[in-house]
């Protein structure tokens, strides 16, 4: 089965910096990469995704990068706000089963 | 709130006893998941279901069970052979395609927490 590996775990940086967090796969036939942000005691959100045929994605002052032949892909927080301190997970959808699998999550910290 | 909800927000439970967790959505959605949430142990799959009748187990299945009769409901069953069911646990839907090329996109119910006692 799939498997998802995510890193950090945790990670602080001051506000305005730049923040990564990234995720590798093992399954080739995975297609669909989103990743979701959960705030305190709040339940996870999609704040982003990307598809298999696409190498990076922006929104606003989120992006994704995906690399199919490394079987990696990151997000990237630019100018950074105390606001986006939160849990963010990656997943990957397995093929046609809709099955998604989860990494372990980056406890992100901004500091004012 | 999503469309998507869960009940009891907290349960409290004795060991050896079985508990049903609810889960209920109204966004139409066929697929339907259970994960368990630890802390440093990310979103763990119990069971998931792409439609009514049907599902499949996930990747901690052992010691739950669900049923799929209705497709707005999901319910989730933590039996007395699940060995630490202490956890978050939270419910999610998304919308089915066979084509696997339109958004995998889950919803999320604001969770259950169980304490066993």
């Known amino acids: 089965g799939e498997n998802v590996e995510q890193h950090p775990s945790t990670l602080s940086v001051q506000e305005g910096d730049s923040a990564v967090i990234k995720c590798t796969y093992s399954?080739?036939?995975?297609?669909?990469f989103p990743w979701y942000k959960q705030e305190l005691g709040k339940r996870p959100q999609l704040i982003i995704d990307i598809r298999s045929n696409v190498g990076e994605k922006k929104d606003q002052r989120i992006a994704v990068t995906l690399n199919k032949t490394a079987k990696h892909f990151s997000l990237h927080i630019t100018e950074t706000q105390p606001e986006d301190s939160a849990v963010y997970f990656c997943a990957a959808l397995s093929g046609g089963y809709q099955k998604v699998t989860f990494g372990t999550g980056t406890k992100l910290q901004v500091i004012p | 709130d999503g469309g998507i909800t869960q009940s009891p927000k907290y349960l409290f439970r004795k060991e050896g006893q079985n508990v049903t967790l609810s889960c209920e959505q109204n966004?139409?959605?066929?697929?339907m998941y259970w994960y368990r949430q630890d802390p440093g142990q990310g979103l763990r799959l119990i069971y998931y279901s792409q439609i009514v009748n049907d599902f499949q187990k996930g990747d901690i299945a052992e010691g739950y069970s669900v049923s799929r009769e209705k497709k707005e409901s999901f319910p989730l069953t933590v039996t007395s052979a699940q060995k630490n069911p202490t956890a978050f646990y939270l419910c999610a839907s998304s919308i089915f395609s066979l084509a696997g090329l339109s958004t995998n996109e889950q919803f999320f119910g604001p969770g259950t927490r169980l304490t066993v006692l």
């Open positions: 966004l139409n959605h066929d697929a």
């Open positions: 399954d080739s036939a995975s297609n669909y």
